[in-house]
């Protein structure tokens, strides 16, 4: 009967993941894209306000800003930003393993992007242990035992590392929820969740992730490089 | 079928122009070029988001709805830039700090 066999067609639509308020799988994948982008949008506007600020302390207290920044290890905020481009590769091959059905690459490469990841933060903490022992923590331990640069007012130069710590402190944050977020779709992905018709939660997990190293790829310039270094 | 599927090779390719260009802005902060070292380090900052947010995030490949979506939020955070820096440029409402630093950094002058 049609009926029946309308039934049918409906229960194995079901099983490819597709829920009941979309019409077609295609529907529902630009809807969960979409959705994503409009969270990153929020995310965006959420450390712009913060760029922002930065743009006027800057202005404000360039000397500071500056030997601040010369204070800054380059090569490890260099190092850093290869270590995330690279968790990005991992990241995109991740999702091209999910949409081609490779279940083994598909895990390999999401715990090797966290794996990239806990490099990158191991780093950081190594980089603010340092930042402790020299005393350039404002508000925690400001005693810096190091030569300011350029004699810049020590004031302005707090002000700069509170930017420091607050930026890449939020930047960090959100790389410890990607990996907590990794961590879940690995397990999901082991268990055999995915196929190249439903594999949404890797395609948004990946956008998260490329949208925390884009901060980073603009926290590098702004903090570690523009502060006159030659 | 849903989603587009990226060859390997272009996301090795966009890879190795992030390293490429990671190196650059790094080599560039070294090379005195006065004001236009800020620019520099900016414009090739923005490159590389575009490499990511086009080919790591699909962008490039996506429906023109999510295009507008992520196109407007750019545009917001253009209007909370130009505006709030305008105001904070323009009408002087925070004085330039010339008397608290060197307060604290250098003994008091006899």
Not at chain 2, 12 to 34: E, H, K, N, P
Not at chain 2, 49 to 54: A, K, P, R, Y
Request: charged share 10%.
């Amino acid at each position: 009967m049609a009926e029946m066999s309308a039934s049918a067609a409906h229960a194995a639509e079901h099983e490819r993941g597709l829920r009941h308020h979309f019409e077609d799988m295609e529907q529902q994948h630009e809807a969960g894209n979409l959705g994503m982008w409009v969270f990153l949008v929020t995310e965006i506007m959420f450390f712009g306000g913060l760029f922002a600020a930065y743009a006027i302390y800057r202005s404000l207290y360039l000397p500071g800003f500056e030997a601040g920044s010369r204070l800054l290890d380059v090569k490890l905020g260099a190092t850093n930003t290869a270590v995330l481009i690279g968790s990005s590769l991992t990241m995109a091959l991740a999702v091209h393993a999910a949409q081609t059905g490779k279940r083994k690459a598909l895990v390999l490469f999401l715990i090797l992007t966290m794996l990239l990841g806990a490099v990158f933060l191991g780093i950081k903490y190594d980089e603010y242990a340092t930042k402790w022992h020299h005393g350039l923590v404002p508000g925690l331990k400001w005693a810096p035992d190091e030569e300011i640069p350029g004699n810049a007012p020590l004031g302005s130069v707090e002000m700069f590392f509170c930017f420091y710590f607050f930026m890449t402190g939020l930047h960090a944050l959100h790389m410890i929820i990607g990996f907590g977020i990794m961590a879940v779709m690995a397990a999901w992905a082991w268990r055999g969740k995915f196929s190249p018709g439903y594999y949404a939660p890797i395609e948004v997990s990946g956008l998260y992730w490329h949208f925390v190293d884009i901060v980073w790829i603009f926290l590098f310039p702004l903090l570690y490089l523009i502060g006159g270094r030659y | 079928m849903s989603g587009h599927v990226v060859p390997v090779k272009i996301y090795v390719a966009i890879f190795l122009t992030l390293l490429a260009l990671t190196g650059l802005t790094t080599g560039v902060a070294f090379v005195d070029l006065g004001a236009y070292n800020t620019v520099v380090a900016l414009v090739i900052a923005v490159i590389k988001m575009l490499l990511v947010v086009l080919f790591f995030m699909h962008l490039r490949y996506v429906s023109n709805l999510t295009k507008v979506v992520v196109l407007a939020g750019f545009f917001w955070l253009a209007i909370l830039m130009t505006f709030t820096l305008s105001d904070y440029f323009s009408r002087h409402w925070v004085d330039q700090p010339t008397g608290w630093g060197p307060s604290i950094s250098a003994p008091p002058q006899p």
